[in-house]
């Protein structure tokens, strides 16, 4: 397996609206970063994904772009991004982009003119298409954040397709022209000096032209069969890497959704020449009862079966990205842990523990390396993001479903709950913005925050920033193979990584109750290189705490 800096490398998530506000206008931007970059060098990551900071009208917080080459004007000026890129590599932090090349907003140059007429010169920029005999849209498709995925437009009597918001509007890939625009503009960021590519839905890029309809799973037909991993996706990437990506010492990580494991070792196989890595789903989704909505957990022999598969099927082959959580998701410690006070530290560490260890390069959302909670939504007033506000609409008051069946599922899973801002210390508005807020701050600041977590050697924060470190002096974290034990166990989460003649030993309990465990003999009397207890094992059988995870090294 070849050795790169990317595979080594620990990546921070910023999702910029809810970092750090500078100018108390309530709303998180690039001053606000750079004046962050200190504790983020503390943490010890190596690279940032910064959330698009693009001209955008924000109706899905900055994923509709309709300027890709001006920063969104909330966010600052593009001297403020430039002077945060120079800060962050004084430091040593290489900065990701957002690439949202899927569509852009209905309010970019190309789109305002595509849909003037049918000859426009940048018709063919994005998906048109005309509707049905007795005018409804040209398929069932439903879009992903509610409603059909075709909206009718006046000015030429034809539908265009989003399979995001209505201000999404999907490009054309199929255009040469629309692959070459997108090309020269990478090469214009990376002539800047930027680190690389987190491509968003990029699995989603080539549409089968033909569009029948879709199996009807819940509301809408389903477009998934014709738009994820369509016909000439590869063809598209690799153009992409030939065009751009080789060029520069980058790292790229695609947003894959619907990627498998085969799909995954040519999206990001060794040397297929697409990207370096993908962000796969399967350990975050499928057990929804309303489309995504669930207030269920994933069994954790299920969680292991699909990150296990992960490991195996990519070992060698091709490369993977590790995470809980993210700005779509809901947040790690209450969905994967516990974030009941007694057992939110503890079920912190022990899912870093877990991720960290395991092969692909592991990325923290922002307030994950401090254990930072879902939020606890009153009511559906709260709800800042398009995906959460249309999916009560749609399923509750449209009839569907009760507010009281509906109401847990939201809480489980909105994309808001990623979304609130970071807790940086115990003033007011945790110290986010001396302003109002564009989202509600989590009202458990005052015990969970940066500040105070700096300043405790035992905290969450200094867990991630000793696995991250560990990481840098131990190669076998990122190279070793891994092997799954216990695959049956609901409680114990137990794999090794094996590198040469070392070993390690990852355990990991995700249950509030007391179990035992019996270390394997070659692991008797080894150093135990992390542990969130503190308890040392000798060996034999054991009784684990709550949410206890250790390491043992075999060297
Ligand atoms: O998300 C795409 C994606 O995979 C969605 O299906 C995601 O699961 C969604 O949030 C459903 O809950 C990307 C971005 O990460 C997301 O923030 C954007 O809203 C979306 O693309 C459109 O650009
Ligand atoms: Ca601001």
């Given at each position: 397996?070849?050795?790169?800096?990317?595979?080594?490398a620990?990546?921070?998530?910023?999702?910029?609206?809810?970092?750090?506000?500078?100018?108390?206008d309530?709303?998180?931007?690039l001053?606000?970063?750079t004046?962050?970059?200190?504790?983020?060098?503390?943490?010890?990551?190596?690279?940032?994904?910064?959330?698009?900071?693009?001209?955008?009208?924000?109706?899905?917080?900055?994923?509709?772009?309709?300027?890709?080459q001006a920063?969104?004007?909330?966010?600052?000026?593009?001297?403020?991004?430039?002077?945060?890129?120079?800060?962050?590599h004084k430091?040593?932090?290489?900065?990701?982009?957002?690439?949202?090349?899927?569509?852009?907003?209905?309010?970019?140059?190309?789109?305002?003119?595509?849909?003037?007429?049918?000859?426009?010169?940048?018709?063919?920029?994005?998906?048109?298409?005309?509707?049905?005999?007795?005018?409804?849209?040209?398929?069932?498709?439903?879009?992903?954040?509610?409603?059909?995925?075709?909206?009718?437009?006046?000015?030429?009597?034809?539908?265009?397709?989003?399979?995001?918001?209505?201000?999404?509007?999907?490009?054309?890939?199929?255009?040469?022209?629309?692959?070459?625009?997108?090309?020269?503009?990478?090469?214009?960021?990376?002539?800047k000096?930027?680190?690389?590519?987190?491509?968003?839905?990029?699995?989603?890029?080539?549409?089968?032209?033909?569009?029948?309809?879709?199996?009807?799973?819940?509301?809408?037909?389903?477009?998934?069969?014709?738009?994820?991993?369509?016909?000439?996706?590869?063809?598209?990437?690799?153009?992409?890497?030939?065009?751009?990506?080789?060029?520069?010492?980058?790292?790229?990580?695609?947003?894959?959704?619907?990627?498998?494991?085969?799909?995954?070792?040519?999206?990001?196989?060794?040397?297929?020449?697409?990207?370096?890595?993908?962000?796969?789903?399967?350990?975050?989704?499928?057990?929804?009862?309303?489309?995504?909505?669930?207030?269920?957990?994933?069994?954790?022999?299920?969680?292991?079966?699909?990150?296990?598969?992960?490991?195996?099927?990519?070992?060698?082959?091709?490369?993977?990205?590790?995470?809980?959580?993210?700005?779509?998701?809901?947040?790690?410690?209450?969905?994967?842990g516990?974030?009941?006070?007694?057992?939110?530290?503890?079920?912190?560490?022990?899912?870093?523990?877990?991720?960290?260890?395991?092969?692909?390069?592991?990325?923290?959302?922002?307030?994950?390396?401090?254990?930072?909670?879902n939020?606890?939504?009153?009511?559906?007033?709260?709800?800042?993001?398009?995906?959460?506000?249309?999916?009560?609409?749609?399923?509750?008051?449209?009839?569907?479903v009760?507010?009281?069946?509906?109401?847990?599922?939201?809480?489980?899973?909105?994309?808001?709950?990623?979304?609130?801002?970071?807790q940086?210390?115990?003033?007011?508005?945790?110290?986010?913005?001396?302003?109002?807020?564009?989202?509600?701050?989590?009202?458990?600041?005052?015990e969970i925050?940066?500040?105070?977590?700096?300043?405790?050697?035992?905290?969450?924060?200094?867990?991630?920033?000793k696995?991250?470190?560990?990481r840098?002096?131990?190669?076998?974290?990122?190279?070793?193979?891994?092997?799954?034990?216990?695959?049956?166990?609901?409680?114990?989460?137990?794999?090794?990584?094996?590198?040469?003649?070392?070993?390690?030993?990852?355990?990991?309990?995700?249950?509030?109750?007391?179990?035992?465990?019996?270390?394997?003999?070659?692991f008797?009397?080894?150093?135990?290189?992390i542990?969130?207890?503190?308890?040392?094992?000798?060996?034999?059988?054991?009784?684990?705490?709550?949410?206890?995870?250790?390491?043992?090294?075999?060297?």
């Open positions: 397996m070849k050795r790169t800096w990317w595979k080594e620990v990546i921070y998530q910023i999702y910029p609206r809810s970092f750090m506000d500078s100018n108390g309530g709303i998180g931007d001053k606000g970063i004046s962050r970059l200190d504790y983020l060098k503390q943490l010890g990551i190596d690279v940032i994904w910064l959330s698009p900071v693009y001209q955008s009208p924000n109706d899905d917080n900055g994923y509709d772009i309709s300027d890709y920063i969104m004007k909330e966010f600052g000026t593009m001297e403020d991004f430039d002077e945060m890129l120079e800060e962050a430091r040593g932090i290489r900065i990701v982009m957002d690439l949202v090349v899927n569509h852009t907003s209905d309010e970019h140059r190309w789109f305002v003119e595509s849909r003037k007429s049918k000859d426009n010169p940048y018709r063919d920029y994005y998906i048109w298409r005309d509707g049905k005999e007795d005018g409804s849209a040209p398929n069932n498709w439903g879009s992903c954040f509610g409603g059909s995925a075709w909206q009718y437009d006046d000015a030429t009597d034809m539908y265009y397709l989003h399979l995001f918001t209505k201000k999404q509007a999907d490009l054309n890939w199929d255009n040469p022209k629309v692959r070459q625009e997108v090309f020269d503009m990478m090469t214009w960021w990376c002539e000096g930027i680190d690389g590519f987190r491509m968003d839905v990029i699995s989603m890029i080539s549409k089968t032209p033909e569009m029948p309809d879709g199996e009807v799973h819940d509301l809408y037909g389903d477009y998934n069969p014709y738009c994820v991993n369509g016909p000439n996706v590869h063809k598209y990437l690799q153009e992409m890497n030939e065009k751009v990506l080789s060029k520069y010492d980058i790292m790229t990580v695609g947003e894959t959704p619907g990627v498998t494991t085969e799909l995954a070792k040519q999206y990001a196989g060794e040397d297929t020449h697409e990207l370096n890595m993908v962000f796969q789903f399967e350990h975050v989704e499928g057990n929804g009862k309303y489309g995504k909505w669930t207030d269920e957990r994933v069994p954790l022999t299920n969680l292991k079966k699909i990150l296990s598969r992960w490991q195996n099927e990519l070992y060698g082959k091709a490369w993977n990205s590790l995470f809980w959580d993210n700005h779509d998701q809901p947040r790690a410690v209450s969905r994967f516990d974030d009941r006070p007694q057992y939110r530290e503890a079920s912190a560490k022990m899912l870093a523990t877990c991720l960290h260890m395991m092969q692909g390069s592991p990325y923290i959302y922002q307030g994950e390396e401090l254990g930072m909670t939020y606890p939504f009153q009511s559906p007033a709260d709800f800042r993001d398009v995906e959460s506000i249309n999916a009560y609409k749609e399923w509750v008051e449209d009839g569907v009760s507010h009281e069946v509906f109401w847990p599922c939201l809480l489980t899973k909105s994309r808001d709950n990623a979304r609130t801002p970071v940086w210390d115990d003033t007011e508005n945790a110290g986010f913005t001396t302003g109002t807020p564009w989202i509600a701050v989590n009202p458990n600041y005052k925050n940066a500040k105070a977590e700096m300043e405790d050697s035992d905290s969450v924060f200094h867990y991630y920033r696995l991250i470190a560990l840098k002096e131990n190669p076998i974290m990122v190279y070793g193979k891994y092997e799954l034990l216990l695959e049956e166990s609901e409680e114990l989460y137990v794999y090794t990584r094996t590198l040469e003649e070392e070993k390690l030993l990852v355990v990991c309990s995700f249950t509030d109750k007391e179990t035992e465990f019996t270390i394997p003999e070659e008797a009397g080894c150093e135990c290189m542990s969130n207890t503190g308890n040392a094992y000798e060996g034999g059988t054991v009784t684990l705490k709550p949410y206890e995870a250790f390491v043992l090294h075999k060297k």
